[in-house]
């Protein structure tokens, strides 16, 4: 328990220098994710809070599953969608039942509203993945301009 705790503190550091003002935005090296299957939500925290600080665009044009949901978590205008875009939300595992309980806990403190309303309207993160499909997504999200 001890080694969870000294890991959310290095995290914390992480998040506020990560959090500094960037120097220069880069928007015009967009990520496109076509098939990404997520990963450890830590990793995704870094990378959105990194994106967030360099003003770095995210375009979603295939599966983004698990912690890569977390790319929704962007300002609204870092992230769109394009036509074949799904986002598939689970509960988060790998760790041990406190360490899931936190990423959960975090990844739905991270989500706008709406994202918040959706899973719910679902049933809420188990075990089986549900998937949000690009028709719904762009109610909420920028289509992709081409």
Known sequence: MLAFFRILAVLT???HVLA???QEANASSALRVRNDPGGHVVDYMLRVKEFTRQGRQVQVIGRC?????L???LP???ICVESGARFGFHLPFGGNREGN???KNFMLASYPGWVREWITSKGGLSS????MDYEYARLFVDVCKT
């Open 13 to 15: 550091v992480f998040i």
């Open 20 to 22: 500094l003002p960037a």
């Open 65 to 69: 599953d698990s912690a890569c949901t």
């Open 71 to 73: 790319f929704l978590s």
């Open 76 to 78: 609204a205008s870092q």
């Open 101 to 103: 309980r936190v990423a």
């Open 128 to 131: 089986r993945l549900i998937v």
